[in-house]
């Protein structure tokens, strides 16, 4: 795969290296050798059909789940190499947003996006915990929705309780698994507004996992397209779009027939 | 069928191994700070005052069947005034701990392997290891100290509500007044047979959490996994229970 240079604002130093990632579950081999560097403060988002690997990748970048062959290095820390206390470290650095939300069904809104804070910040008061969820919301344009509990929101809503609860800690790298998969247009426009502006607002380096092209476009300095298990093309977002690459053609396009429809089969 | 066999024995001991890991690491975690206090408060009002009216249902009914069937063999040969002190000691012993316990495995250990098998499945448990929180240490810790503190008092309180249940049925239902009817228990019984159940009764408190939260923790599949796993946090919780006794009655007597 060309390595294309990062539109990236930051040194030119990796802040994020993956090299030769495998991963196994059983006799699946569902990352076979991924590649990729990351620079600080870019905003990169992983395009790829179902079952290609991408949540599974994203759980390697966050340490819930480690290499069997290769490395993932954060800021030049690699994730095997780490005990728990030094795991658990290295992950207040980290903000991350689930398909769904993953909200604590028994907390609202307020607790949820609290316990980030609380557990990272014993001595935090009541007023300085207020006031910060108070702002995240503000970050996520949901104001005033503190007391409600997840079952009360909708499939929008929860997702955005989900950012502010990433960002509640002001992470330095924050990671979207499918944030608008499932949701109309127009609230996918909405969401993906939304993340540029907390990733600016943070100067955040962003990963996202998505298979949703328009989303990809509004929030991408960088498109890698992930297949089988690989990242099979990158470039800058404003010339992926018009890649010749036929795998990456037949995803855009979505046309049922071609490489990518051959090579499922073929598997 | 051998490489079946063979591969099954595999994945029991696999299990084992996990179940055990579990256990350990919760453990150490109960020393490790920060404490969970609020989580450890809300446990303990979910699983011991949440559950009297069960324990108390459970006690009252057996203190009365096993009455009624004492008290009907015993009058075969006039030895009605042996029957509560044998009610004390086979309730305090056995019978309060072994059907409190399972009582408690289906209420307590369900509602343990069903929270934590949708937080899995939901991703929640996933969210809250990136947000620097062990499951263990904030899930696992309280509930299972909750579960071994209170079912001890609950089933010293399903000791008196069965003993209750044994008085009012000789008194009032059979007709049959026996004067000092809890002079005739407290005469019988000796402290070891209340200490015995006690011991029983936190054994059994700490199998039921770790076996729910090890059943919800390891659950995959949606929502059928979490209603397999549930079935299966109650039975083996109840089976793991029965099993115990046998050891923790031939140690303890």
């Given at each position: 795969?060309?390595?294309?240079?990062?539109?990236?604002?930051?040194?030119?130093?990796?802040?994020?290296?993956?090299?030769?990632?495998?991963?196994?579950?059983?006799?699946?081999?569902?990352?076979?050798?991924?590649?990729?560097?990351?620079?600080?403060?870019?905003?990169?988002?992983?395009?790829?059909?179902?079952?290609?690997?991408?949540?599974?990748?994203?759980?390697?970048?966050?340490?819930?789940?480690?290499?069997?062959?290769?490395?993932?290095?954060?800021?030049?820390?690699?994730?095997?190499?780490?005990?728990?206390?030094?795991?658990?470290?290295?992950?207040?650095?980290?903000?991350?947003?689930?398909?769904?939300?993953?909200?604590?069904?028994?907390?609202?809104?307020?607790?949820?996006?609290?316990?980030?804070?609380?557990?990272?910040?014993?001595?935090?008061?009541?007023?300085?915990?207020?006031?910060?969820?108070?702002?995240?919301?503000?970050?996520?344009?949901?104001?005033?929705?503190?007391?409600?509990?997840?079952?009360?929101?909708?499939?929008?809503?929860?997702?955005?309780?989900?950012?502010?609860?990433?960002?509640?800690?002001?992470?330095?790298?924050?990671?979207?698994?499918?944030?608008?998969?499932?949701?109309?247009?127009?609230?996918?426009?909405?969401?993906?507004?939304?993340?540029?502006?907390?990733?600016?607002?943070?100067?955040?380096?962003?990963?996202?996992?998505?298979?949703?092209?328009?989303?990809?476009?509004?929030?991408?300095?960088?498109?890698?397209?992930?297949?089988?298990?690989?990242?099979?093309?990158?470039?800058?977002?404003?010339?992926?779009?018009?890649?010749?690459?036929?795998?990456?053609?037949?995803?855009?396009?979505?046309?049922?027939?071609?490489?990518?429809?051959a090579a499922l089969i073929k598997r | 069928?051998?490489?079946?066999?063979?591969?099954?024995?595999?994945?029991?001991?696999?299990?084992?191994?996990?179940?055990?890991?579990?256990?350990?690491?919760?453990?150490?975690?109960?020393?490790?700070?920060?404490?969970?206090?609020?989580?450890?408060?809300?446990q303990l009002e979910s699983v011991g005052?949440?559950?009297?009216?069960?324990?108390?249902?459970?006690?009252?009914?057996?203190?009365?069947?096993?009455?009624?069937?004492?008290?009907?063999?015993?009058?075969?040969?006039?030895?009605?005034?042996?029957?509560?002190?044998?009610?004390?000691?086979?309730?305090?012993?056995?019978?309060?701990?072994?059907?409190?316990?399972?009582?408690?495995?289906?209420?307590?250990?369900?509602?343990?392997?069903?929270?934590?098998?949708?937080?899995?499945?939901?991703?929640?448990?996933?969210?809250?290891?990136?947000?620097?929180?062990?499951?263990?240490?904030?899930?696992?810790?309280?509930?299972?100290?909750?579960?071994?503190?209170?079912?001890?008092?609950?089933?010293?309180?399903?000791?008196?509500?069965?003993?209750?249940?044994?008085?009012?049925?000789?008194?009032?239902?059979?007709?049959?007044?026996?004067?000092?009817?809890?002079?005739?228990?407290?005469?019988?019984?000796?402290?070891?047979?209340?200490?015995?159940?006690?011991?029983?009764?936190?054994?059994?408190?700490?199998?039921?959490?770790?076996?729910?939260?090890?059943?919800?923790?390891?659950?995959?599949?949606?929502?059928?996994?979490?209603?397999?796993?549930?079935?299966?946090?109650?039975?083996?919780?109840?089976?793991?229970?029965?099993?115990?006794?046998?050891?923790?009655?031939?140690?303890?007597?």
């Amino acid at each position: 795969m060309s390595q294309t240079p990062a539109d990236t604002t930051a040194s030119d130093q990796p802040f994020i290296k993956v090299a030769d990632l495998h991963k196994r579950f059983g006799a699946n081999h569902v990352l076979q050798g991924v590649n990729i560097e990351i620079g600080k403060a870019e905003s990169v988002v992983i395009l790829g059909g179902s079952g290609a690997g991408k949540s599974v990748f994203l759980s390697h970048l966050v340490g819930l789940m480690l290499a069997d062959e290769g490395q993932v290095l954060i800021d030049g820390c690699d994730w095997k190499q780490m005990d728990r206390k030094q795991t658990y470290h290295l992950r207040r650095r980290f903000g991350m947003s689930f398909q769904e939300g993953a909200l604590f069904d028994s907390l609202n809104v307020f607790d949820n996006i609290a316990f980030p804070l609380r557990r990272a910040h014993r001595t935090l008061k009541r007023g300085e915990i207020k006031d910060r969820v108070e702002e995240c919301l503000e970050i996520v344009g949901m104001p005033g929705i503190a007391n409600l509990t997840p079952s009360e929101l909708s499939g929008g809503m929860r997702r955005r309780v989900g950012f502010a609860r990433a960002i509640a800690l002001e992470p330095e790298i924050l990671l979207f698994d499918e944030p608008t998969t499932g949701l109309d247009p127009i609230m996918t426009s909405v969401l993906s507004e939304v993340i540029v502006d907390m990733r600016e607002k943070l100067k955040a380096t962003t990963i996202t996992i998505t298979h949703d092209i328009r989303s990809a476009e509004m929030i991408a300095n960088r498109v890698v397209m992930m297949f089988q298990g690989r990242l099979v093309h990158e470039a800058p977002r404003d010339t992926f779009f018009a890649t010749q690459d036929p795998i990456v053609r037949q995803f855009l396009d979505g046309n049922a027939k071609g490489p990518a429809t051959a090579a499922l089969i073929k598997r | 069928m051998l490489e079946n066999l063979g591969r099954r024995t595999l994945a029991v001991m696999e299990g084992t191994g996990r179940y055990s890991t579990l256990v350990l690491r919760a453990f150490a975690a109960i020393f490790r700070r920060p404490f969970e206090w609020r989580e450890l408060f809300k446990q303990l009002e979910s699983v011991g005052v949440a559950s009297f009216p069960v324990v108390a249902v459970t006690c009252i009914f057996t203190g009365m069947v096993f009455t009624l069937q004492t008290y009907d063999g015993f009058a075969r040969f006039q030895a009605e005034s042996y029957v509560p002190g044998i009610l004390g000691v086979a309730l305090l012993r056995e019978l309060a701990p072994v059907l409190g316990g399972m009582m408690m495995a289906g209420r307590v250990g369900s509602a343990m392997a069903a929270e934590l098998g949708t937080m899995r499945v939901t991703r929640q448990i996933d969210a809250m290891e990136v947000m620097a929180t062990d499951p263990i240490q904030f899930l696992v810790v309280p509930r299972l100290l909750a579960t071994t503190l209170m079912l001890p008092l609950l089933i010293t309180l399903g000791d008196l509500i069965g003993l209750g249940g044994g008085w009012y049925l000789i008194n009032h239902i059979l007709n049959a007044p026996m004067p000092g009817f809890f002079d005739r228990v407290f005469e019988f019984l000796e402290p070891f047979d209340y200490w015995s159940g006690i011991v029983k009764s936190t054994v059994f408190g700490a199998i039921i959490a770790s076996v729910g939260c090890y059943t919800g923790l390891n659950t995959q599949g949606g929502a059928e996994g979490v209603g397999k796993n549930t079935t299966a946090a109650v039975v083996n919780a109840s089976l793991g229970i029965l099993v115990t006794d046998f050891f923790l009655t031939k140690v303890l007597t």
